[in-house]
């Protein structure tokens, strides 16, 4: 009786720290989610603009896209971390994109969505991931942005096909992508069935992972 009395008031102090730290986690995407626009907004936008999917272009980076890219990569992060009162600057980014672009060796690739006028307006950035605390993943998608008027569109979930159909061509039959657990993004990797990565202590740090890269690429269309 007194170890159920025990065991019963462990597992109760567990389901509270368990909901209060979903609580908290539910807080943290609400607040960072605050300046997304509706997906409908940005349905309405594109009307208005008179694009459409069909109208943007998916590709591999090249050499020309280094000061787009790192333009790009300024304003989304600093969109999508807002609450952050100092975000990486453009000297910042440019060096760390200038010295991805040193690599030649086939570690990584990066996938521009760019629209009708040329802008580039999101990415995808992937690599490859050979890490001990993780050895059942292979590859890494490293970022994943998108402007906030062209987010919900279906433009990301287009990234990802052309990730997971680049590793697939290299071999690579698995992924994952490391986050925080308060981006609204998210929610984003559950729908397309990513895993939740847990450390050993059993907490969540935003971490998703796909074992399958096929079933992944499956639901991902490239166009």
């Known amino acids: 009786m007194i170890n159920f009395i025990v065991h019963g008031f462990a597992f109760l102090h567990l389901f509270k720290q368990y909901a209060m730290n979903s609580f908290q986690l539910t807080i943290g995407r609400f607040i960072m989610g605050l300046k997304r626009p509706s997906r ?22 090249t050499d020309q896209d280094l000061l787009p890219l790192v333009d790009l990569h300024v304003q989304t992060w600093a969109d999508t971390y807002w609450t952050v009162k100092q975000p990486p600057t453009h000297e910042t980014r440019e060096r760390q994109w200038r010295e991805v672009f040193k690599q030649q060796d086939g570690s990584w690739c990066c996938f521009v969505v760019q629209n009708r006028a040329g802008k580039l307006i999101g990415f995808a950035h992937g690599v490859h991931y050979s890490h001990p605390d993780m050895p059942g993943f292979e590859g890494e998608l490293s970022k994943i942005y998108l402007l906030l008027e062209y987010q919900r569109l279906g433009l990301g979930r287009l990234l990802i096909g052309h990730i997971a159909r680049k590793f697939l061509g290299q071999g690579i039959r ?12 998210n929610r984003f990797y559950e729908t397309l069935h990513g895993e939740r990565l847990y450390d050993k202590k059993g907490d969540f740090h935003g971490g998703y992972g796909w074992k399958d890269l096929e079933k992944l690429a499956a639901i991902c269309p490239i166009d």
């Open 174 to 185: 698995s992924m994952l992508c490391f986050g925080v657990p308060q981006n609204p993004s």
């Open 40 to 61: 409908s907004t940005n349905r309405r936008r594109l009307r208005e603009w008179g694009e459409t999917l069909e109208s943007f272009t998916i590709r591999e980076v």
